[in-house]
């Protein structure tokens, strides 16, 4: 898999081969359903891996990057009888745009997940994507339906209508959360509170006749990652043991006509608090902001009636910590992939969109519950942007 520069260390997702995008639309295409984007080339890779499946169960472990996955598994053989895939995650590399994206077989820039922070003009404010509130201005307004903040249906739905039944299996803390209603819509939902109660459910969900499709959610790693650190040994436990149990326990449980997919969303990369830029209102570069940047600490949705000024200045400042592209360069250049695009995505998008280069990350004190994160994500480097597809066919 040959992916495209950006510049001269950010590499661009690839919307049209190779992403979450095209693993879900793989998966409409392979039960009948209508795609919008090109399928993922299992069948180039693999050939006759998709003959005779009615089942198809992806496990989704929350920043399981490829390089992750490498170093865990070149110290020994964790699990039997599987071919590894490359994909990539889309932008930004961040759990509300991905896991849309995955869930809905749309670009960021088609189902408007566009990142963990944005502004929306129909709150007047910034809005956190995954707990649907503002962190200003707390719950959302009632003429600000949920449903109306993701612009595409969900791929259970589309699934749903040509007869394949369709399952999630989520944890039991984040279960009927905001983001979760909005991504699961057209799913029966079920939850588990441990490992083992994750195994009896799935086990149940393998048994139903018909074609099914199941997705599986596990976050544990990605909280991990950020308050130790992708590079922690408790980050490298978790992934060892999860896969682990992954081999002994899930694979056990499958049959013939059942194709199981490991995959991450996206992956961490290590930033060290040395390498954090914190910004406030008092600083230089916000008397040109109209409102405090959203996005997050690996990529900024920078709002401002003064774009050129704005990357002026960063350039300047900060050209060795980040590269910078206006509204409109980040459009064409396809960073949030392609589309039918709506005016109400375009209005989320920063006027200046910021990228981390290397390890460092950006903060803008807004709320004062800002804090360190060990790893990060949400920016275009290998360790982000490049993730494992985890094939077990019997």
């Known amino acids: 898999m040959e992916l495209e520069l950006l510049d001269s260390v950010h590499y661009k997702p690839s919307y049209q081969r ?14 009948g359903c209508e795609t919008l984007h090109p399928a993922y080339p299992f069948e180039e890779f693999l050939p006759g891996i998709l003959d005779g499946v009615k089942k198809i169960l992806i496990f989704l472990i929350d920043a399981l990057g490829y390089h992750s996955l490498e170093k865990v598994a070149s110290k020994e053989i964790i699990l039997n009888n599987v071919n590894i895939l490359k ?16 869930l809905t077989g749309c670009t960021p820039i088609e189902h408007g997940m566009l990142g963990y922070v944005l502004y929306l003009k129909e709150v007047g404010g910034l809005v956190n994507m995954i707990e649907l509130s503002s962190p200003t201005l707390g719950k959302l307004p009632s003429s600000v339906p949920p449903k109306s903040l993701m612009f595409s249906e969900t791929i259970f739905e589309k699934l749903t209508r040509v007869g394949t039944r369709c399952f999630v299996l989520t944890s039991k803390t984040i279960r009927g959360s905001g983001f979760s209603n909005l991504t699961h819509a057209g799913a029966s939902v079920k939850s588990y509170q441990s490992f083992g109660d994750l195994i009896q459910e799935l086990a149940e969900i393998i048994e139903i ?32 043991w999860l896969l682990k149990m992954c081999d002994k326990e899930v694979f056990p449980l499958l049959k013939g006509d059942t194709m199981l997919i490991i995959m991450g ?11 954090e830029i914190w910004w406030s209102w008092k600083d230089p570069v916000a008397r040109h902001f109209w409102m405090a940047p959203g996005g997050e600490m690996r990529m900024m949705h920078i709002y401002t009636k ?13 050209n060795d910590k980040a590269s910078f592209y206006t509204k409109q360069q980040a459009v064409e250049l396809g960073l949030f992939g392609f589309g ?21 990350s950006f903060y803008f004190k807004l709320t004062g519950r800002e804090e360190s994160l060990k790893s990060k994500h949400g920016a275009l480097s290998l360790e982000e ?6 094939i077990f066919r019997r």
């Open 18 to 31: 190779y992403s979450l995008v095209n693993v879900s639309n793989a998966i409409l295409k392979h039960f």
């Open 87 to 102: 994909a990539t995650s889309v932008f930004p590399t961040t759990t509300s745009s991905s896991l849309s994206s995955l």
């Open 209 to 240: 006749d018909g074609n099914v499709f199941g997705f599986v959610y596990w976050g544990l790693l990605d909280s991990i990652g950020h308050k130790k650190g992708a590079d922690s040994k408790a980050f490298e436990t978790e992934l060892y």
């Open 265 to 275: 969303d996206h992956g961490q990369i290590v930033t060290p608090w040395q390498n």
């Open 306 to 318: 003064h774009p050129e000024e704005v990357i002026e200045y960063l350039q300047s400042e900060y």
């Open 340 to 360: 039918e695009i709506k005016q109400e995505a375009l209005d989320r998008i920063g006027d200046v969109v910021l990228i981390a280069k290397g390890n460092y």
């Open 385 to 390: 942007l490049l993730i494992p597809l985890i």
